[in-house]
Each structure stands twice: as structure tokens, then as C-alpha cells.
């Protein structure tokens, strides 16, 4: 008489976004998804702000040191915060190559583009004011 052997083989997986079952004896700590979806978004917000926060101590007194007078005449107090905005975020790329494009509509046919970038190359600004002219056509004023 002959015996068989069967083996069976079974795989289990796990699923991509673990589900919170175990209970925790802290009081303090969420016991439902939602609740824990909740304090996890909130910690990264405040993660979030504190390293802007980090960013502005550093850039808003270089930024004020380092534009022109005619600058700050010129440039509207929303536009600034857009130009911050964009030099933030090439500073937090750390890359050395890199451009960012800030477009503000003065009028219903006028917009401002502010080029944003992370270094100075020759023929930049010939390419930049290329660029626009290929896009807008005529160019009505060009500031630099």
C-alpha cells in the first residue's frame, strides 16, 4: 500500500496600506482610522510649516538685502510673496540648473512673467526673452 503526500501551498500577501487593529492600553492614542488618518495629516502639516518657517528666517533677509530699491517700487506686495514663493522652491530643489516661471495677469491683456532661477549663464536672458516673444508675439515692454 502506498501513501500520498499532498502539499499544499497557499501565499498570503499582504495589503499595501496596513489596517490598524491592534489596541493600545493609551488612552491618547486614536483608535479608529479616521482618527489616525487625522493626527497623521496633522503632523505632517506641522512638519510642513516648520520647515518653511525654517526656509523664511533665512531667505526673507537675503531677499530684502539683495533686491534693488526700484525693485520693491515696481512690484506689488502680492507679486513679492509670489516671487518668494518661487525662490523658496528652487532653493528647497538644490539643484543649480533649474527655472521657475511666475505669471500674474496686471489686466485683461497684459501679464507679468517673472523668471525665477537658480543661476546666471550666458545668453540666459536672450533665451528668456525668446521664449516670451515665441509665446505673446509682439512684446509690448520688457523689464529686467
Known sequence: MSSFFFVRRVAVRRALVPVVRRRTT???????ESELQN?????????FTAMNLSTAETLIPWFLNMMPASYFRSVSHEDRLQHLRAISALRSLESRDDELRVVTA??????????ATTGNRPGLL???VQQLSREAGRLAQVQV
Open 126 to 128: 536672450l533665451r528668456q
Open 26 to 32: 493609551k488612552s491618547w492614542i486614536p483608535q479608529n
Open 106 to 115: 496686471a489686466s485683461e491683456d497684459e501679464r507679468v512673467v517673472t523668471f
Open 39 to 47: 493626527c497623521a495629516m496633522t503632523a505632517l502639516k506641522h512638519a
